[in-house]
Structures are given as structure tokens and as C-alpha cells.
């Protein structure tokens, strides 16, 4: 084989390769986006219990509360270990401080984040991760990249797991910090 | 040696000396275009600098629309790489800085309410708001529970950027730029600061040259690109542009028509020759002594500076029209022309005497080259030109005999009724319309496109901070953090009155260290309590050691440290001097009033500041004018006698006012810069009436003043038509004082003794 020869092929490969790996990243897209399709839309309250693992601490903490889903927000309301509640919508992130929800700044795109997830806005979502299915994991599982920032500077990924609804979300920050949120089906009110 | 030999021997060293000293000096000096960067120097010269340095004078913004997300992303991205040298202010740059700062302040800084709970000993709220943060489901920080387990700087930390994010509220943050939406089209925004001076003509045109091109190159490859721009660096090069344009149009369209008027009047090229040698040896002349005296020479100041073709044309054609009668009339025409470069001389002094960086270059020019153009005409001509080696045109003379004729025919009491009538009503006409502006908005007129871009950023960009701001001096850093803390209270008091929407201070960012050091022994008391023990062995971490090392000024980010100054010492310049920006201010004198009481801040606004300088200039350069128009009428009553020097003041008077009456009746408000052309009109006025009391024949001076006054009319004229208002109003000025000058001028003739011939 001579030289021209050699780098021809290297070029076809190259370029099959390369459109092989499009192929392949768009249809795991596909895959996961068909994934969470099949997931019934939560509305109403659901009840969460998160283990948020910190780095620098020993052990993880334990939370449990429940969730208020409307179609504009959610309300995080947290019962264990302390009472407290956050706000999230299109706005941002509202902590309740003394009866009132105060907004907290550069925590839009957060606010929209969780909605999406809860929601699944496959818009939002396709547009700021890139999206893949983790069929290896217990339950049908969808794991979400951040693709630009501010996200990319706040997660490291995102795992979104189900059978026929959300049930599991865990957070892997980019500071290391983890949290599983498990959401108890028993309180789901299904929109067929 | 010959004389003549050795008079153009010298004649041709001292160029020669000229051109070698600016051919070294000229590659190595700036040219500035900035009119209020040649504003006075002051006591709060260290306020002038401020502004100078300040970094909003240094940015540009670029906001890029008309394409898809992507590809906007794409162009946007090229744009960066393909302009290095710009450095790109980031959201990224400043996430990755405020992560850097929130790792540094951990345990130093705390929100207000925080600091009330630690004062009260109330731990137990501390502690569930630390609970509240640590199980919401947002991110934490890294890194900081060690030193901060209640997560106070947190908090701190996020009241602080609500104010910062509040800038930004339309916008996304993406790494390398914002984003954002408008009229349903997305758009990106890119923001960069300049590292040169955008009033430094010689590097800002070339790089705006550049960009401008780069974009253009882009919207080849995307034919659906549009974009807009801001920054001063656009207006800076515009007004650099359209001065250095205006320059050598006027300039070349003025000599032009001085070598058509010379051509016209001597039809031989030697007056011709020795015409543009006298203009070029001024120009010469004052271009070394400008360079020499000044760093940096102002595109302005030569605008205003080719007045020194007028005056020096004068001189020239006095000199070739006397060198043409003979030895005797040159020698009786050399005294007039010595007072008239005295007078003129004096005038431009005047100038020289005021604090204003411009007139002072315009001065020092014109010093030197109306003296070069004085020596060549007394020296250079005798021996360059011999006596009746040129014809006249007679039409020339016909048409200064006419006006000669035409005043003759007025007899000395006839001639003090109209000067009297003429000079009373132009003076009272004057008192009617007068009206000065020295607001230095009015200064230039911005360029509407320029504008439109601006507009367009802010609408994209939301509300910015105001151009003023609060200034607040002090010994030492920590001492300015103290009295920012000092002047907190007066900021809140105007929030809640509706007289300030925000602001942002140092202090924000930055405790003192009086206060750090106290919020780490209140915290030592909060891990000591119950409450604290208890919080801790649930966390699973151990009590914090107390921390040594403050934090300081070098660990805030980049975009509040700019917010501090050190002024160079020097006269009633402060050692610290912090910036507190603005938003939505409306401060009113009341308020204004409280600051001054607090003795060490100040409302500053830049545009009111030079505004105010200018209107002292303004008023010096009143009292310069009076000063050295009564200078030169002492001279005059010395020399002619009080009959003939009170008519050449009404004659001034009359010039003058008229000059005026006709920007006024034009709807120009009067500015400094017309003043400026009082000067002028007065220093030419004065050339003309000397002339005309000199024993000379008053048709030869009239035909030397009518000639220089043509020409004189003709670059100033052209002044008029500039786009920039004040070189605008200079030249009309000049012009309608120079024709009302030249068409009186005569009538001088029929006042006192007359030494002047008729004919």
C-alpha cells in the first residue's frame, strides 16, 4: 500500500468514525429522551427523602419533606431534620426567611432546572445537557451532562431514574457534593 | 558673504533644525482627540485621573444578532480568538473569581442579620439557617464548611450578588459571554477592555479600523449578521477622524485658495514661492515649539491652529506689497507691523496664561510661528524680492480703491455718529440675545449612528450604573472601609426615599478588619455554646480554629478592586480614594449638602466637573481678553493718541459684537470656543487698524488687509461648516468679525489726524 493509499483510508475511517460517533451520541439522546417519555407526569405533592453527601463531612445528611408541584413552580418543604422551605420557578431560587420567600440571586437557571426535571421539559433539558440512557443502573435511568454554562459550573452530572415515573434524582456536583433524592410513588398523582 | 546669502543661510538652518528635532520627537509623541482630556489642571487633578483610568472609559461591548443560537456562538467565538490583544471580560472570568473569593472569605464575612443574631447570642437561628442551606437542593460551595460550618459567608455572599446580578437581570451568563433574547431574536453579548487609551489616537484608529473590518469579513461569511457596538473607543476615534479630516480639508482647501488669490493678484510665481515658504516655516516654527513644550499635542488645538495661515498671510502680504514700493515704504510699513505682532502677540498670551491644555497649544503655536512669519517678511523679503519686479492686478487695486473711496466720503463727525450708533446698537442687541453654555455635552456632536448603537446595547444590556458617582477619601484602606460603613446609613436613608435605586461599595464586599476580627470571637462564642457543640457533633466536624490572616483588598475580584484608587500625591489629593457606583441616583442639593457634612465624601460627576471647569475658563479667558484688549489700547493710546484709540475700540466693539449677534441670531448658543474667536477677531482687528493708522497710503493697506482678510474669511468660513459645534462656532465667529472688521476698517482713516494718504 503506498502512502496515498494509506492516508486515504485514514481520512475514510477518520470521517466514518467521526459520523459513527454523531450517530451514536444522537441516538442515545433519542433513547433517553423515549425513556423518560414513557414516565407519567407527577403533579401535586410527593414526598422526598434526600442523603446529601458533603465533602468534608463524615457522614451524609438526611432530610425528608415533601414536594408541591405546580405548573409555574415547586415548593421544596423540607419536615426533617429542620423545618424549612425553598421555592423554585422560572425566577430562581426563593429561601421562606421570616414568613417570605426571598429570591436568591444568579439562581434562575436552578430554578428552571428542577422544574424541567420534575416536569420534563424535553426542551429545556435537551438544550443545556446532553443526554444519555444508563441502563446498567437499578430502575431505567437517564444520565444528564451539563453542556454550558452556569450548569457546568454548578453539576457534574445529573441522574434521573424511573420505571413509570421519577423516582430517584441524584445531583453529582462539580464541588464533589452528591444528593439522592428518592420520590415516593404512593404520593404521585398520575396524569395518564 | 553676501547678505542675502547669509539671511537665507540662517533662514534654512533654523528649518533645518526644525524639521531634524521633529523628525526625531514626532514618531515618539500620542496624539490625543479628547476635548475634556485637555481640561485644566486643578486641585482635584487626582479626580481627573480617576475618570481617566476609570474602566468604563476602557470598554467596548459588542452584541451580535440575526443568526441562530449556534451560530452566533460560533461567530462570537471567532471574534474572541481573532482579537487577542482585547482583553474579553467573561462570566466565567468572573464565576471563576467570585469562586476565589467565596473560598478566601469563608468565616470573615456575614450577612447584617447574621451579625444581629451573634450579637443577640440567638445561635439557634444561626444554626437552622446553616440546616436550611445545607438540605436545600441547591449546590454549596466547595471547600468552606471547615472554616464557616454555619455557612454565613454563603449568605453574605449571595446578598451580595443579588445587587451584582441585578445588572444583568435580561441576560444568561455563558462561559465566554452573555445571551439573551430581543424582539424574539437571540442575541450575544460580548463585553472587552481596551489596554490602550481610547483617546489615543494613534493606536485606537488602527484597532477600531480592525475590528470594524474583522465584523464586516464575518458578516461576508454570515450575510444575516448584524451587530452594534458601544464604548468610547467608537466616538474617541470618530471625533479623532472627523478632526484630522476637517484639518486637512480646510487646511489644503485654505491654501488653495491663498496660491489661486496670490496667483490672481502678482500672476508670478516668486510671491507665490515665498508665500507658501512663509507659511510653511510658521507652521514649522509652531509645530517645534508645540512638540517642544508638550507631550502630548492635541488633534484639536491644530484644528484651531490653522488660524495661523490668516494671520500669517497678513504679514506676507504686507511684506510682498511693501517690498514692491521700495526700500523707504517697506521701512515705513515695518512699524506698523511690529505693533500689529505685538498686539497679536499679546493676544495669544493670554491664552497662554489659562489652564486649559488645548489654547495652551494653540498659544505656544502661535507665538512661534507668527514670529517665523514676522522674521521671514522683515528679513527674508528685502533681500528675496526686488522692488517693482511684480505687476499688480489692477482689478485688485480697483477693488480696494472703491472701498477706500467709499468711506472717504464720510467726514470725522459723520464717522463718530456711525461708529457710536453702530457700536451702541450691536452691544445692545448683544445684551438681548447673550446666552452662554459651558455644558460640555453640547461640546460635540455625537454621531447618530454611534448613538443608535449605544441605545441598542443598553436596551439589550439593561440598566448600567449612572456616570456619577460617590467618591470617599481617607488615610488608609481601613479607614476608607470605616467610612464607607459611615455613609451606609445616608445610602439606605436615600433608597428608601427613591432618590437611589443601588449601589455598590467596597464595603459590600470587604469588612474592615476591626469587624472581621470581632465576627471570629463572636463565632468562637457561637462553637462554644450548646447550641454550637450540638450543631457540630451533628455535622460530624470539628470546632473551627480561630482564623489569623484578614482578608483584604488584593483578594476581592477584579471588578470590585478596580473600584479602589490610590491617587498619585500630590496637592489635596487623598492617600486612598474608594468609588461607590450608582444606579438610578436622582440626588438633589439636600443630599448633596448631607455628603459634604460627612466631610470626607463627595458626589462626583465627570460631565458637571468639566462643565464647571470649563465655565472658570471660560470666565478667565473673559478676564484674559479684557486684559489684553486693554493691554493693547494702552499700547495704542501710547502710540496714536486717546481720539484715534477710542475709535478703534468702538471699532473692536463693533467686530466683535457683531460676530456674535450673528451666532446668536443662528441659534448658537455662546461657549467658550467662541470666545476663543473674539480673541482672533480681536487680534486681526487690531492688525487692521494699525495698518490703517500707519503712515501708509490707505489703498495699499487696503489691499494687503483685503487680500488677508479673503483668505483669512476663507479658511474660517470653512471652520464654520464643521460637525463639531464648537470648531463650528469658532469659525463663524471669526469670519463675520474678520468681514465686519475689513469692510470698517476704513472708515479708521477719517477719525484724529490723519497720517494715512486717501489716495
Not at chain 2, 473560598?103 to 444561626?126: D, K, N, P, V
Not at chain 2, 468562637?524 to 455535622?539: D, E, I, K, N
Request: with cysteine; proline share 4%; charged share 10%.
Amino acid at each position: 500500500m503506498n502512502w496515498r493509499l494509506g492516508l486515504w483510508c485514514w481520512l475514510l475511517a477518520s470521517s466514518s468514525f467521526a459520523a459513527a460517533a454523531s450517530d451514536t451520541a444522537q441516538s442515545q439522546q433519542t433513547v433517553a429522551l423515549q425513556q423518560m417519555a414513557q414516565w407519567q407526569l407527577p403533579q401535586g405533592k410527593l414526598l422526598f427523602s434526600q442523603q446529601k453527601w458533603i465533602r468534608g463531612l463524615q457522614r451524609p445528611l438526611k432530610s425528608q419533606g415533601f414536594l408541591q408541584l405546580e405548573p409555574q413552580s415547586l415548593d421544596w418543604v423540607t419536615e426533617q431534620p429542620v423545618q424549612s422551605a425553598v421555592r423554585l420557578d422560572k425566577q430562581g431560587v426563593q429561601q421562606q426567611l421570616a414568613g417570605t420567600y426571598q429570591l436568591q440571586a444568579g439562581t434562575e437557571l436552578i430554578g428552571r432546572l428542577m422544574l424541567a426535571m420534575l416536569q420534563q421539559d424535553q426542551a429545556f433539558l435537551r438544550q443545556y445537557f446532553s443526554l444519555q440512557p444508563l441502563p446498567e443502573q437499578s430502575g431505567e435511568c437517564v444520565q444528564l451532562t451539563p453542556l454550558q454554562a452556569p450548569l457546568t459550573n454548578f453539576y457534574r452530572h445529573i441522574v434521573l431514574c424511573g420505571q413509570t415515573s421519577l423516582s430517584r434524582i441524584e445531583l453529582t456536583e462539580l464541588a464533589g457534593n452528591r444528593s439522592e433524592i428518592l420520590l415516593t410513588a404512593a404520593s404521585i398523582k398520575a396524569v395518564p | 558673504m553676501k547678505k542675502s546669502t547669509l539671511i537665507w543661510g540662517c533662514w534654512l538652518v533654523m528649518l533645518m533644525l526644525c524639521g531634524a528635532y521633529l523628525s526625531r520627537q514626532l514618531p515618539e509623541r500620542h496624539w490625543s482627540s479628547s476635548i475634556t482630556a485637555a481640561f485644566p489642571g486643578s486641585d482635584a487633578d487626582w479626580q481627573r485621573d480617576l475618570v481617566a483610568n476609570h474602566s468604563a472609559n476602557r470598554q467596548i461591548r459588542l452584541a451580535l444578532t440575526g443568526l441562530p443560537e449556534a451560530q452566533l456562538a460560533i461567530v462570537a467565538a471567532e471574534f474572541q480568538q481573532q482579537n487577542p490583544e482585547l482583553r474579553w471580560v467573561t462570566p466565567q472570568q468572573h464565576w471563576q473569581q467570585l469562586q476565589a473569593f467565596y473560598q478566601r472569605a469563608a468565616g470573615y464575612i456575614a450577612t447584617t442579620a447574621a451579625h444581629q443574631h451573634l450579637a443577640a447570642a440567638q445561635y439557634q437561628s444561626l444554626t437552622n439557617s446553616a440546616w436550611q442551606q445545607l438540605l436545600s437542593p441547591l449546590p454549596l460551595a466547595d471547600n468552606v464548611l471547615e472554616r464557616d460550618p454555619l455557612l454565613l459567608s454563603q449568605a453574605a455572599m449571595q446578598h451580595t450578588a443579588t445587587g451584582l446580578s441585578q445588572q444583568f437581570q435580561a441576560l444568561t451568563p455563558a462561559a465566554s459571554w452573555l445571551k439573551g433574547r430581543f424582539e424574539q431574536l437571540p442575541f450575544v453579548l460580548l463585553q472587552a477592555e481596551l489596554a490602550i487609551d481610547p483617546f489615543d489616537a494613534e493606536l485606537a484608529v488602527p484597532l477600531q479600523a480592525k475590528l470594524v473590518q474583522q465584523l464586516q469579513l464575518l458578516q461576508q461569511q454570515y450575510p444575516e449578521l448584524r451587530w452594534h457596538h458601544s464604548g468610547l473607543l467608537f466616538h474617541a476615534v470618530k471625533a479623532a477622524t472627523t478632526a484630522k479630516t476637517e484639518m486637512s480639508w480646510y487646511g489644503g482647501l485654505s491654501m488653495f485658495a491663498i496660491v489661486l488669490l496670490l496667483w490672481w493678484v502678482f500672476a508670478s510665481g516668486k510671491p507665490l514661492l515665498l508665500a507658501v515658504i512663509t507659511l510653511g516655516s510658521a507652521g514649522l516654527a509652531g509645530l517645534t515649539a508645540v512638540v517642544w513644550f508638550f507631550e502630548s499635542p492635541h488633534l484639536l488645538a491644530f484644528v484651531f491652529a490653522t488660524t495661523l495661515i490668516g494671520v500669517a498671510i497678513d504679514y506676507s502680504f504686507h511684506g510682498l506689497l511693501a517690498v514692491q514700493q521700495g526700500p523707504v515704504f517697506f521701512r515705513r510699513m515695518l512699524p506698523g507691523l511690529s505693533l500689529s505682532l505685538l498686539s497679536t502677540l499679546l493676544g495669544y498670551t493670554a491664552l497662554l496664561l489659562l489652564p486649559l491644555t488645548i489654547l495652551n497649544q494653540v498659544a505656544v503655536f502661535m507665538l512661534a510661528g507668527l514670529t517665523a512669519a514676522y522674521l521671514m517678511v522683515r528679513f527674508v523679503y528685502p533681500v528675496a524680492l526686488a522692488p517693482q519686479s511684480m505687476t499688480i492686478a489692477a482689478s485688485a487695486r480697483c477693488g480696494a480703491n472703491l472701498l477706500v473711496r467709499f468711506w472717504q466720503r464720510f467726514n470725522q463727525r459723520q464717522a463718530w455718529m456711525l461708529f457710536g450708533t453702530v457700536a451702541i446698537s450691536s452691544a445692545l442687541l448683544f445684551l438681548l440675545l447673550v446666552k452662554f453654555s459651558d455644558d460640555v455635552r453640547g461640546f460635540n456632536q455625537l454621531d447618530p449612528t454611534l448613538q443608535q448603537h449605544e441605545q441598542h446595547i443598553v436596551k439589550l444590556s439593561g440598566q448600567q450604573w449612572d456616570n456619577k458617582f460617590l467618591l470617599v477619601s481617607a488615610e488608609t484602606a481601613e479607614q476608607l472601609l470605616v467610612r464607607e460603613g459611615q455613609l451606609r446609613p445616608l445610602l439606605q436613608a436615600w433608597q428608601q426615599q427613591g432618590l437611589l435605586r443601588n449601589w455598590q461599595a467596597v464595603s459590600d464586599w470587604l469588612p474592615t478588619i476591626a469587624a472581621q476580627q470581632q465576627l471570629q470571637q463572636q463565632l468562637q462564642l457561637v462553637y462554644q455554646s450548646a447550641v454550637g457543640q450540638q450543631f457540630l457533633q451533628q455535622l460530624g466536624v470539628a470546632v473551627p480554629q480561630p482564623l489569623a490572616q484578614w482578608l483584604t483588598a488584593t483578594d476581592l475580584p477584579d471588578f470590585v478592586q478596580q473600584q479602589l484608587y490610590t491617587p498619585v500625591a500630590g496637592k489635596g489629593a487623598p492617600a486612598k480614594v474608594s468609588v461607590i457606583l450608582l444606579r438610578g441616583s436622582t440626588l438633589g442639593n439636600t443630599q448633596l449638602a448631607q455628603l459634604s457634612q460627612l466631610g470626607f465624601a463627595q458626589r462626583f460627576d465627570p460631565i458637571e466637573d468639566a462643565s464647571a471647569k470649563v465655565a472658570g475658563v471660560r470666565q478667565q479667558l473673559g478676564i484674559g481678553l479684557a486684559v489684553a484688549v486693554l493691554a493693547a489700547i494702552l499700547i495704542l493710546v501710547w502710540y496714536y493718541g486717546v481720539k484715534r484709540a477710542g475709535a478703534i475700540t468702538l471699532f473692536l466693539q463693533i467686530a466683535v459684537c457683531s460676530a456674535l449677534n450673528i451666532s446668536l441670531l443662528l441659534g448658537q448658543t455662546l461657549t467658550l470656543f467662541h470666545l476663543v474667536g473674539v480673541l482672533l477677531v480681536v487680534a486681526l482687528a487690531l492688525d487692521y487698524a494699525i495698518f490703517f493708522a500707519s503712515k501708509l497710503a490707505a489703498a495699499e493697506v487696503q489691499l494687503a488687509v483685503g487680500l488677508s482678510a479673503i483668505t483669512s474669511m476663507l479658511a474660517f468660513g470653512m471652520l464654520a461648516f464643521s460637525q463639531t459645534p464648537v470648531i463650528a462656532g469658532f469659525g463663524l465667529t471669526i469670519l463675520v468679525g474678520i468681514l465686519v472688521a475689513v469692510l470698517t476698517a476704513p472708515l479708521l482713516t477719517r477719525i484724529g489726524d490723519l497720517e494715512t494718504q486717501g489716495e
